[in-house]
């Protein structure tokens, strides 16, 4: 009995040696590659936070500085229809790639958008709003400095939470609730500042400057950004249509729509001078960096959560503001910044809840 046990205690310690000295097992080498990994997805989050917040910042300074500049003026209802096009042939583009090429695109397009005609039509309401929202911003930019623009515009996320309350019946916590006074609160201060200031930031002394137009532009484009923004996600729940499909659905409304404003609004501006008239390198980055901005937004927006995009917003407007005092001779009085502070800080406090 004595030399069976110890027999069995040999064979144990042999089997004990045996896996200590071979190979790790699969859940090691798991564990070792998920480590691995970890600093790759810590990269894309950050360079998420970078990229949303110079996206941010740069279309606003870039647009302000295009629409207040000495020289002709383009056609802000002409460079809306072009941002659109751009964004068209983009997703076309990616889902050529996507789907293995161009038969591969033909087949999506037919599937999900000339097959699904009351599908597509879903979307012509947000594309509609979209459109009306892209040319209000010219006129709210044209007529705010680049800073208070983009502090006074976060009042979309109060309008995007009042319309999910009302539509997707969310609820939301009192942490919320507070944030969004704040954000109120903020938000009034810096639109009392623009209004007791009499820089309106302009660079040519030509350009008419009205802040209470530009402020009035930006609370309307905010209540339709909230809408069309909440309508938009009501319709891509349990949908099986890709994002970048939708995106083709609403490039083509937009540039239909856009059209029209062209015509209603411009129409004899662009007989007399043409439809490019005043575009210059500064127009081409704002076109493109509103068309493809907003898509490579979609793209990295799945590696940032809400706690990463309030800092980038929060980034984007600091930055604003500092790039405006060097390129617009922007001052800023303790008024806006008390206003632009609680901006930022209501800001991070709703999306880190």
Same mark, same amino acid.
């Given at each position: 009995?004595?030399?069976?046990?110890?027999?069995?205690?040999?064979?144990?310690? #042999?089997?004990?040696?045996?896996?200590?000295?071979?190979?790790?097992?699969?859940?090691?080498?798991?564990?070792?590659?998920?480590?691995?990994?970890?600093?790759?997805?810590?990269?894309?989050?950050?360079?998420?936070?970078?990229?949303?917040?110079?996206?941010?910042?740069?279309?606003?300074?870039?647009?302000?500085?295009?629409?207040?500049?000495? +020289?002709?003026?383009?056609?802000?209802?002409?460079?809306?229809?072009?941002?659109?096009?751009?964004?068209?042939?983009?997703?076309?583009?990616?889902?050529?790639?996507?789907?293995?090429? &161009?038969? =591969?695109?033909?087949?999506?397009?037919?599937?999900?958008?000339?097959?699904?005609? =009351?599908? /597509?039509?879903?979307?012509?309401?947000? =594309?509609?709003?979209?459109?009306?929202?892209?040319?209000?911003?010219?006129?709210?930019?044209?007529?705010?400095?680049?800073?208070?623009?983009?502090?006074?515009?976060?009042? @979309?996320?109060? /309008?995007?939470? &009042?319309?999910?309350?009302?539509?997707?019946?969310?609820?939301?916590?009192?942490?919320?609730?507070?944030?969004?006074?704040?954000?109120?609160?903020?938000?009034?201060?810096?639109?009392?500042?623009?209004?007791?200031?009499?820089?309106?930031?302009? !660079?040519?002394?030509?350009?008419?400057?009205?802040?209470?137009?530009?402020?009035?532009?930006?609370?309307?484009?905010?209540? *339709?950004?909230?809408?069309?923004?909440?309508?938009?996600?009501?319709?891509? @729940? =349990?949908?099986?249509? *890709?994002?970048?499909?939708?995106?083709?659905? &609403?490039?083509?409304?937009?540039?239909?729509? +856009?059209?029209?404003?062209?015509?209603?609004?411009?129409?004899?501006?662009?007989?007399?001078?043409?439809?490019?008239?005043?575009?210059? @390198?500064? !127009?081409?980055?704002?076109?493109?960096?509103?068309?493809?901005?907003?898509?490579?937004?979609?793209?990295?927006?799945?590696?940032?959560?809400?706690?990463?995009?309030?800092?980038?917003?929060?980034?984007?407007?600091?930055? *604003?503001?500092?790039?405006?005092?060097?390129?617009?001779?922007?001052?800023?009085?303790?008024?806006?910044?008390?206003?632009?502070? #609680?901006?930022?800080?209501?800001?991070?406090?709703?999306?880190?809840?």
């Amino acid at each position: 009995m004595k030399n069976e046990k110890a027999a069995v205690a040999a064979a144990s310690h #042999l089997n004990t040696s045996s896996l200590n000295n071979s190979p790790q097992s699969p859940q090691t080498k798991a564990q070792q590659q998920e480590m691995r990994i970890q600093p790759n997805a810590r990269c894309l989050r950050y360079s998420s936070l970078a990229i949303l917040a110079i996206q941010n910042a740069t279309l606003v300074l870039i647009m302000r500085y295009a629409r207040t500049m000495p +020289g002709d003026k383009f056609l802000a209802t002409t460079a809306v229809v072009m941002a659109e096009i751009v964004k068209l042939v983009a997703c076309f583009f990616i889902i050529g790639y996507q789907e293995g090429g &161009l038969r =591969g695109l033909i087949r999506e397009l037919n599937r999900h958008i000339i097959n699904s005609p =009351g599908d /597509t039509l879903k979307v012509a309401v947000p =594309g509609l709003i979209y459109t009306f929202q892209n040319n209000l911003l010219y006129v709210a930019v044209s007529n705010l400095p680049a800073a208070t623009f983009q502090v006074v515009y976060q009042i @979309k996320i109060l /309008t995007t939470a &009042l319309f999910s309350v009302i539509m997707l019946d969310k609820k939301l916590t009192m942490m919320h609730w507070f944030a969004l006074v704040i954000l109120t609160g903020g938000v009034a201060m810096v639109q009392i500042e623009t209004t007791l200031s009499k820089d309106g930031g302009s !660079t040519d002394p030509q350009t008419a400057q009205s802040p209470a137009l530009g402020f009035i532009a930006v609370l309307v484009a905010c209540l *339709s950004s909230g809408f069309a923004g909440v309508y938009f996600e009501k319709i891509l @729940k =349990g949908s099986p249509v *890709s994002t970048w499909l939708r995106n083709i659905q &609403l490039a083509g409304f937009g540039i239909v729509l +856009g059209m029209l404003g062209v015509y209603i609004n411009d129409g004899s501006k662009v007989v007399m001078y043409g439809f490019f008239h005043g575009y210059n @390198k500064y !127009t081409i980055m704002v076109i493109l960096n509103q068309a493809l901005g907003g898509l490579v937004v979609a793209f990295v927006v799945k590696y940032a959560d809400n706690i990463l995009k309030g800092f980038a917003t929060s980034i984007a407007i600091i930055i *604003s503001c500092i790039c405006s005092i060097f390129l617009f001779n922007f001052e800023i009085t303790a008024l806006f910044l008390m206003g632009a502070t #609680l901006v930022i800080g209501s800001v991070c406090l709703y999306s880190s809840r």
